[in-house]
Structure formats: C-alpha cells, structure tokens
C-alpha cells in the first residue's frame, strides 16, 4: 500500500444544481492536512456555492463532501466542526469581543474559567491583548478581522474556511492580513480553503490555487505551475498580465513550435492545452518583453503609446503593426540600469524568454 | 463657447434666493404640520387643569381637582386597570406570533410572498369598523360568548401587523452570515435563534410592541364590538363620559391617556437606545 497521507477534505463529483443552472458541476479535490487551498474565479464561478456545501449551508445536488474520511454531506453545519471567517466578519454586535471568541466554546459547553482563558490565549494570538472588553463596533476593519479569525481558531476546527476576508479591506491593510492570516494558519497547521476572486492575494497566499470557471475546476496546482504552465487562455487570461495574440503555427518540433504573430516570428515552448491546429493564441507575460532603440533588429517594431511609473516597474504601451498592442512591463532603472522610455518614442519590441511564451486553442480577437 | 453660469452675477443671488426660499418652505410647512398634530391634545391636556365645572380652554384657574374626582371614580379605575391588563395580554401575544411571522416573511423565499405579506398587514388597511363587525359575527358563528379572552384575541388581530412590520425590518437589515457563523461555531438552529437572532431582534420587537400596546389600549371600536356589556375598557368607559356628562374628568383620562402612552413609547425607546448602544 503507498503511504500516500489521507486527505482531510475530500469533494467527490460535487454538483449543485439551481433548476436547469449548474452552479457547480462535477467538481473533484482532495486537501491534505495543513493545505492551504484556494478557490479563485471571477463571480458568479460558483465558488461561493462550493464553500457553502463544505459548510453544510447548501446541499448538493451530486456527489458527496467527505471530512477526515467520513461522509458529511447530511451533517448539519453545527456538527461539522467547520470554522468560516465571512467577508463582513459576521462577528455578534451584541457581544463583547471575548464573548464573541467564547461562544464556540458556551455552545460546548465548557466551563466558564476554561472560555475565558481561552479567549484570552486566542486574543494574545491575533495580536489584541487586552481588548477583551469591546465592542466589534469600537474596533477598525483589520480588528474586526483578527476577532473574527480567533472566533473560529478558538474551537479547534478540522478545517478553516475563508470567505473572501479581506474584500472589505483597504489595500495596504489587506496585503498586512493577508500575511498575518498565512502565517497564523501555517503555524497551527490548519488546513484551510480560501475562497476569493482576487489573483494576487491567491497567489501569495496558497499553497494550491483551484481556478474554476462557470462550476468548475479549469486547472488546480500551485501558483507558479498556474502562472508560468497556464491551462488554457482563461486561466492565462485571468491570472496575472498577459499578452494574448492570435498566432499562426508554422511548424511544431516536439517541445516547441514556430510561431508567427504581429508580424513577427518566434519560437515558443509548448505546454498545458497547446493549439494543435495552424492556429492559436500567444501568450507573453508583460515582463517577458524588453523594449530596445528602433534601429536593432529582431521583434516588433511600434511606437510607445503610454509609459507610467508603478513603483518598482515602469508599465509600457507599444503599439505594433496591425493595431495590436503589447504591455511591457520593465524593472525602474536604477543606478546602471536600463533607460525608461518616453510616449511617442519608436522601440522595438523583443521577447526575453521565448521558452515561457504559452501557445493556446482557440482565437482571441 | 460654454456657459459660463458661475459668472453671472445676478444668476449667483438668484440661486441663493432660491436655496433660501426652498428652507423656508420646509421649515414653515412642517412647523404648520406639527402645531395641527399636537394642539388639538395640548388644549385637552391644558383644559384638564381646570377648576370651573365645564371643559373650557384656556383653563379657569389650576387644580388636580378632576385628576382627584376620576381617582374616586370606582368604574374608571376599574375599567383602567382592565384596559392595561388587556393590552399586556394582548401585546404578549402579539409579540410571539409576529415575531414568529416576521421569518418566513424575511427569510422565506416562496411563491405569494408578497401577497402573504400584503395579508399580514391588512388588518391596517381594513376599517376596524368593519373588522370589529366581522369578528364578532365570527365568534357568534363559532359559538363563544364574549369574554375577555375573545376582547384580548380580537385585540392581537388589529396588533400583530405591528409587531410583524417593525421585527421584519429589523430581520432584513440582520446579517444572515450571523447565523451561519453561529451555526458554524457549533449553535444548534434553536440556540442560534435565541443567543444570536433574538438580541438583535430587540429593537424592533420593542419599537413593534410599544405600537401594539398602544394600539390595544386605546381601541375603542373593535372593543365596542366585542366587549359585552360587563367588559367595560378604559376607552368605552370615556365614550360614555363624553356622551353623558361632559365635565372635566374626561379632559383629565385623556390626559392620563396621554401620559401613560407617552410612558410607553419612551420605555420602548430605552429599551432600543440601550440595546442600540452595543449595534453597529
């Protein structure tokens, strides 16, 4: 037998069906003990439907939702030992923040000496000693957010499910959480399934990322795998900046092809769903690009149309033949570094690393 | 060459003008408002001080003198004290089954919502005239003889919408991830109702039973249906001072009247102040 270790959360052909709408359709994935999972799509993907059937809010039409091998799809939510930080936090406004961590524990029945120094173990955890005593309401977003997610470690769940919980978040806070909330979780192993429609902070946070697109799952495997071997032009086209050109195929030599596109001719890796047929789509990443005088030879010839500052990067515009046009993105020149370019000058385009260019079925304009 | 209307002097004091008239317009209609609402109750209030024989406006001199005819009046105690034990009953009855109504009508997703909803509240829109008259046919059709339990039902029939009303706007505006976060934490449904739902009920349910207990208490024309005749309410009771006697006694109940439901809706409202106080 393989020692393969047994998943905590297992989703075996899950479908929920709202009348003839397929809200999620056939959907399969096993999480290992101290994963971090997330969902990523756009709304309306059915992201949301998936997590609510975890929790046992909704009950799915097919298939079955297994916790720790045991089938849990007639449980009620109360039993599942499931904990769920919401995106508003969903913390009790009649209650202190200390009855609010406590109440998983009142609902157990454990003692009241025991609750309370819980509650204050968990508020040491979220870094808010001391704040027993308030009310949610006299606390910022980012409190809010701690009390909420001690709430939950309070009971010890098998599992952690995050509900969009940092969408009510201003941006600098949010990436701080996002941090914070990796860390909590990867020190006490819990496994976890995030659920968001935000790239970057599934990127940074997962250790896997289910891309799912109207019900399903397009591609699960980790955030590098998904940015650099996207599965198909959804994925490339959802996750990150890309360039998406439609492509010829000239000719295919095992793990490359020869393209043309725009107007120029490349070689191209090839992985994940490649065109088989003459025609495709190009996908290069923006910092694949490197932007050199006019006169050199050797990719796309155009014009800048916009250049702006984006902290660490300068963000181009090139406008190339056919009214196509490319973003670049380059690294700031610092001391000794490349120049920036200015609207207007003529640049030549060029591909960096060909090998990570992606060619996709399908046609994009 | 694009209007330029920031520049034009006469079009600036004119919008000014404008704006003003626009406040003052406001001001002195709900002034007007305001005085037609409570000065019909201010000179009944005020003629209740009186010390003459007959209600008159502005009051002859200041005495407690009717305050202190009505405490010596047995039928008027009696029939107080009847009309606040109906509306307590009343009102706690009212209270649980509209706050019981209120879920479906918030939380339920069914055909004919709406028209349930319409339903619920149409004791409001029916003329209590008439629903006084059907309910007492109604009773005689089942056989009961009217009694206190029949004037109290009839009474949480006109009150309940208010509960309704007031509870489901309060169930609308109630995060429903509270329960589910609840649920989550390991709450049954019954202690999530209670320890989670209920508190933040609070508000409404006070403000819709403050209304109901109000209601209840000064109907006089469903309770004229329905009391018989040894079931005499507060109300009645000073329907027949009017028609019989008019001296200042009746300006004095009505000014009790007034005090008792002004008593009320500040209780009502502390209760909603205090539990305001934890809200968001």
Known sequence: ?365 | MPERSFEDHGARVRARLGDAAFWAAIWVVSGLALVYLLLPTCIIVGASFTTSDFVVFPPVGLSLRWFAKLWELEAVRVAAARSLGIAAAATAVAVVLGVAAAFPLVRGRFRGREALNALLMSPLVLPSLVYGLAALIFVSALGFSLSITVLVLSHVAIIVPYVVRTTAASLALLDPHLEEAARSLGANIWRTFVHVVLPNLLPGIATGGAFAFISSFDNLTVSLFLAGPRVETLPIRLFSMIEFDLDPSVAAISTVLVLITLAVVLLAHRAVGLTRIVRL
């Open chain 1, 1 to 365: 037998m393989s020692a393969q270790p047994v998943p905590d959360l297992q989703l075996l052909r899950l479908s929920k069906r709202y009348g003839a709408v397929l809200a999620v359709d056939d959907v399969s994935l096993d999480v290992e003990p101290g994963e971090f999972v997330t969902l990523l799509g756009p709304s309306g993907c059915g992201k949301t439907t998936l997590l609510k059937s975890i929790a046992g809010f909704l009950q799915p039409s097919e298939g079955s939702v297994v916790l720790r091998q045991t089938v849990i799809n007639d449980v009620l939510p109360h039993l599942r030992q499931i904990g769920i930080v919401f995106q508003h936090y969903a913390l009790f406004p009649h209650m202190t923040v200390a009855q609010n961590i406590g109440f998983g524990l009142r609902m157990r029945r454990r003692g009241r000496a025991e609750t309370d120094r819980i509650a204050a173990e968990m508020l040491e955890l979220v870094k808010l000693p001391g704040m027993g005593g308030r009310y949610p309401h006299q606390l910022s977003g980012g409190q809010q957010q701690r009390v909420a997610l001690a709430r939950v470690l309070a009971v010890q769940p098998v599992l952690l499910l995050l509900d969009e919980p940092f969408g009510a978040l201003d941006k600098k806070l949010r990436v701080e959480m996002q941090i914070e909330v990796k860390q909590l979780v990867s020190e006490l192993r819990v496994t976890t399934i995030f659920v968001t429609h935000d790239q970057e902070e599934a990127m940074l946070m997962s250790d896997r990322i289910a891309v799912m697109q109207a019900g399903r799952i397009v591609q699960c495997d980790t955030p590098q795998a998904i940015y650099d071997r996207p599965h198909d032009l959804f994925v490339a086209d959802f996750i990150g900046a890309s360039n998406l050109l439609d492509a010829k195929v000239l000719g295919t030599d095992g793990a490359a092809a020869r393209v043309a596109a725009g107007g120029t001719e490349l070689e191209v890796g090839l992985a994940g769903e490649t065109s088989t047929s003459a025609e495709g789509v190009l996908m290069i990443r923006p910092e694949n690009l490197a932007l050199r005088a006019a006169a050199e030879r050797g990719g796309w010839e155009g014009r800048v149309t916009f250049a702006l500052h984006a902290g660490p990067t300068m963000e181009y515009e090139v406008a190339v033949g056919e009214g196509a046009r490319l973003r670049v993105s380059r690294p700031r020149a610092g001391g000794g570094g490349e120049r920036t370019w200015r609207i207007g000058e003529k640049v030549t385009v060029s591909v960096v690393d060909p090998a990570s260019c992606r060619l996709f079925r399908g046609r994009w304009t």
